[in-house]
């Protein structure tokens, strides 16, 4: 459906006035299209991801390599959403990695936020599924791979970080009670 302003109300969920891409913590969930479980499955408490899986946790954790401010804490990959802790900090080398050589995915002089992060990241595993798809025969998806926005947190103290880690890490103990499940 195309947007019409009289019937899509699109607000924004990010909180007004902060600064994305300042140093800090953020807590974010990424659900696939219509909450396809595209990622593997929950067998006996565990998370069993497939190919397609690996490859979203891949791609997350080589985040680091377009982003050079940017740290990955705990994350996890669920049957039809991905869950990951962020962090932003600062870099007196911008624009270049270990060893010299320049980065990739950021323009110079322009702080990227959380949002151009997790937009790279969709980006980056929508291509590599459909990739697979064409070449490997994954589960085809219907429109697109992710759904259209994500949700974040700013996570603003140590107690909280603990918290949400401890949530992320046994995430797929509660999968049948989770809001994602079904």
């Not at 953020?26 to 490859?55: P, S, V, W």
Request: glycine share 8%.
């Amino acid at each position: 459906m195309k947007y019409n302003p009289d019937i899509h109300h699109r607000r924004s969920i990010r909180l007004k006035g902060y600064d994305y891409s300042g140093e800090g913590w953020y807590f974010i969930t990424i659900c696939t299209h219509n909450q396809a479980h595209l990622f593997g499955k929950i067998e006996k408490g565990e998370m069993m991801l497939n190919d397609a899986g690996r490859m979203v946790e891949q791609q997350w954790r080589e985040m680091v390599c377009h982003f050079q401010n940017i740290r990955l804490h705990e994350c996890i990959v669920m049957p039809n959403h991905f869950h990951g802790i962020v962090e932003f900090v600062v870099t007196p080398l911008a624009g270049v990695r270990n060893g010299g050589q320049p980065q990739t995915g950021q323009p110079q002089g322009i702080a990227p936020t959380v949002g151009d992060v997790v937009g790279a990241f969709k980006s980056i595993t929508s291509n590599d599924y459909i990739r697979n798809v064409k070449q490997n025969n994954w589960q085809p998806f219907a429109e697109k791979l992710w759904q259209r926005n994500y949700y974040e947190h700013i996570i603003r103290d140590q107690q909280s970080y603990v918290e949400i880690a401890e949530y992320i890490q046994t995430n797929h103990l509660k999968w049948l009670a989770d809001r994602y499940y079904g």
